[in-house]
Nanobody, 127 residues
Framework: QVQLVESGGGLVQAGGSLRLSCAASGRTASRYAMGMGWFRQAPGKEREFVAAISASGGNTYHVDSVKGRFTISRDNAKNTVYLQMNKLKPEDTAVYYC??????????????????WGQGTQVTVSS
């Protein structure tokens, strides 16, 4: 099993920045062969894909609504993936979830393709 723990959420004004972190543990050898991603879920809405990164960190993909504002990255030595969020908007308000999957290269946007999930961290952007 893989455990994922998110941190870094909070309340920020529109235009501000936050950096989310996701620490992975468990099943040590496979952590370096896992794709990682971030999803978010706003109240009353479905959980949606935000960004993903390949196991090596060489490939990333961001949903159009966050391109140019959010950046996903990872530090495999620290078993941690990050989501740097700049120029935040009120519509970015959601619970942000870290996810992992046993596919090192595929950057799937489909929720059902992801194998492991964190408990989520709340991000609230005030106008």
């Amino acid at each position: 099993q893989v455990q994922l723990v998110e941190s870094g959420g909070g309340l920020v004004q529109a235009g501000g920045s936050l950096r989310l972190s996701c620490a992975a543990s468990g099943r040590t050898a496979s952590r370096y062969a896992m794709g990682m991603g971030w999803f978010r879920q706003a109240p009353g809405k479905e959980r949606e894909f935000v960004a993903a990164i390949s196991a090596s960190g060489g490939n990333t993909y961001h949903v159009d609504s966050v391109k140019g504002r959010f950046t996903i990255s990872r530090d495999n030595a620290k078993n941690t993936v990050y989501l740097q969020m700049n120029k935040l908007k009120p519509e970015d308000t959601a619970v942000y979830y870290c996810a992992a999957r046993d596919r090192p290269l595929d950057l799937s946007t489909v929720r059902a393709h992801w194998d492991y999930w964190g408990q989520g961290t709340q991000v609230t952007v005030s106008s």
